[in-house]
């Protein structure tokens, strides 16, 4: 925030019995913040106090506008820190009514705020005074000792069946997926771009700078090969026995698509959808709503095979070119049409570099490819992996992230050197 001029004089005095409650309310909102995500301190706090004393409080513009100007570090943190200060600064006995605040209510005037449910998980946080004078008259009777997302807890959640998880876990859960930053590997292009040294001269470069510089070969100008991440292509099973395993794996992708990936995001049950844009939102849980007012076919039947033909007629020239990955993630149990799902798997084969298949059904010690749907796909893809926890997820962005290794025939894929199942 720039400096106040010496000579500046406050825009709107407040009474000296409400600067208590003042600060008291802009502390909370700062806490507040810094729950849902923000990077703040206890010293925007206090800068929040001395800019509020230059403009007039009375006006939720001018004070919005103020602390926004202090607490708000980018634009995806915008419409959060607006969100937040409706709903902090809408009633003033807010810790009193703060229970009330997380239901749905209905006022004569404007409509509320849209929810977020990372403002809802920082306002659940925050602790009534009521509730605490209460915890301290039983502080000596009863002694409590709260460890949330230790690290011992982070690994027992990391290895948790996404399908036997409860409310609480999931939220842990999405949280721990949102702090990850992952990085795809690279692979050198054909295309040279200009560097500040190494072996290979850039004649050209040179020869332009040297007119520049009179025809004297002062500096050479050098170029090296251009690296890029290759694209990256998701097609996600979500039938009824995939849903609580698509929904992970979206919050999954959700990050990767904010660190800048080429991904691509289809989603298949009895129909082909693509959510690549709406996965694009900056909230997860914001996109993952919005994805499941656009999906009508969530949690419903599946057809493997109709889906992928789809994809291949409609997308595949457009995403899976300048050596892609598919991952597909499904159990494979389809049993329309076998024929239809092997010669669409066997189209896909040739359009993509290679496919990683991520299959629940592995979590089970004693699973074998038995179904006719398994039997299709396997042939064509050239890693089975696991998908049922967080680690599994994990082990899938090292293998992302790891350097690729190139076909031992254009026809057929590398494949592992022993099966997941034995």
Aim: proline share 7%.
């Amino acid at each position: 925030m720039p400096a106040l001029h010496p000579d500046a004089k406050p825009a709107g005095a407040t009474a000296a019995g409400a600067m208590p409650m003042l600060a008291r309310n802009v502390t909370h909102f700062v806490r507040l913040l810094r729950d849902a995500g923000f990077g703040l301190s206890p010293a925007h706090a206090v800068d929040a106090l001395v800019a509020l004393q230059y403009v007039d409080i009375g006006r939720r513009d001018e004070v919005r506008a103020a602390m926004a100007a202090l607490m708000v570090g980018g634009p995806d943190q915008r419409p959060l820190f607006d969100a937040a200060f409706d709903l902090f600064w809408r009633d003033p006995d807010w810790e009193g009514k703060l229970r009330a605040l997380l239901l749905p209510r209905v006022d004569a005037g404007a409509p509320p705020p849209r929810r977020n449910n990372r403002l809802a998980d920082a306002l659940a946080a925050q602790r009534p005074p009521e509730a605490a004078r209460r915890g301290q008259e039983n502080k000596a009777r009863e002694e409590r000792f709260g460890a949330p997302l230790t690290f011992s807890a982070q690994e027992r959640l990391a290895r948790r069946d996404f399908e036997t998880l409860g409310a609480e876990e999931w939220r842990a859960l999405r949280h721990m997926i949102r702090a990850r930053h992952t990085r795809l590997a690279t692979e050198r292009t054909r295309r040279l771009r200009a560097a500040a040294g190494g072996p290979r001269a850039d004649l050209r470069a040179s020869a332009r700078l040297a007119v520049r510089q009179q025809g004297e070969w002062l500096r050479w100008k050098f170029r090296r090969q251009a690296e890029r991440r290759p694209p990256l292509v998701l097609l996600l099973d979500i039938s009824g026995s995939m849903s609580q395993y698509s929904r992970a794996v979206l919050y999954f992708c959700h990050a990767l698509m904010q660190s800048r990936e080429r991904l691509s995001v289809f989603l298949f049950g009895t129909r082909l959808t693509n959510i690549t844009r709406t996965l694009r939102e900056r909230d997860p849980d914001q996109a993952i709503e919005a994805i499941a007012g656009q999906v009508r076919d969530w949690a419903g039947g599946t057809r493997i095979g109709a889906a992928l033909g789809a994809f291949n007629r409609q997308w595949a020239r457009r995403t899976l070119s300048g050596r892609a990955t598919v991952l597909l993630v499904t159990d494979g149990l389809d049993h329309e049409d076998i024929g239809l799902l092997e010669d669409e798997m066997a189209r896909l084969r040739r359009f993509a570099h290679r496919i990683l298949w991520l299959n629940p059904l592995l979590r089970y010690a004693g699973f074998t490819p038995q179904a006719r749907g398994v039997q299709a796909i396997l042939p064509h893809v050239d890693a089975l992996r696991p998908a049922h926890n967080l680690d599994s997820l994990f082990a899938l962005e090292a293998l992302l992230a790891a350097p690729r290794t190139l076909r031992t025939k254009p026809g057929q894929p590398a494949k592992e050197t022993a099966p997941p199942w034995k």
